[in-house]
């Protein structure tokens, strides 16, 4: 009697070690969890909003982008990317937010002109296929207005894929590289828009680099 009773105890204190080894690998799976979580949006990943048309028809009003944050501090910036900048100073008016978002269409150094009789523009003399951007009716021109700029040290040119209602470095001029938050890589709501963002690279990678940036 006293045998079976001592090992319906030691069974059932085993059980109850197990449960509770259970519930701390549980609790610490959780807490590793929120951690990552937090570290992730602190750090590397940051959800922004689309407020304005200047990316249509890539990004319209109302969409929500995931944005990497490694870009540019461990990830280099590339032409085509996608990416969200804060306001240099006199880009936004009061009461729009810090934030803007625009395609990267020179580098540090670069040579970009618009626009050639195709109406494309060119980048250290390579004329550059866009068809993500939206043209104004009746016209194959990419940009409204005509340019021929360096790109300065340090800096990038950006513009919005929707050029006819963008103002972008064409009227601001280049951008830091230090007022760059991250690349923007992924639509994600509407559900309904979920899409990866492309920077086009098949068309992007053939433009040759400058000597010097």
Not at 135 to 146: I, M, N, Q
């Amino acid at each position: 009697m006293s045998d079976a009773t001592s090992g319906a105890t030691t069974e059932g204190n085993a059980k109850q070690r197990s449960g509770w080894r259970f519930l701390r690998d549980l609790a610490i799976i959780v807490v590793a969890a929120l951690i990552a979580s937090f570290l992730v949006k602190t750090f590397l990943v940051r959800s922004f909003y689309i407020p304005s048309e200047s990316m249509e028809n890539t990004l319209l009003v109302g969409d929500r982008v995931l944005v990497n944050e490694l870009v540019p501090g461990l990830v280099p910036l590339q032409r085509g990317d996608v990416v969200v900048f804060t306001d240099p100073g006199g880009w936004l008016g009061t009461g729009q937010g810090d934030d803007l978002i625009k395609r990267v269409i020179g580098l540090p150094g670069d040579r970009v002109s618009c626009c050639g009789s195709d109406g494309r523009l060119s980048v250290n003399g390579k004329a550059v296929d866009e068809p993500y951007v939206v043209r104004e009716a009746g016209s194959d021109r990419v940009s409204g207005t005509d340019f021929d700029i360096t790109v300065p040290k340090n800096h990038i040119w950006v513009m919005g894929d929707n050029r006819y209602d963008s103002a972008d470095s064409r009227a601001h001029g280049s951008v830091p590289v230090d007022d760059v938050v991250g690349r923007a890589f992924i639509t994600t709501w509407p559900v309904s828009r979920w899409t990866v963002l492309s920077r086009y690279g098949d068309e992007w990678d053939r433009v040759p680099d400058r000597a010097t940036r």
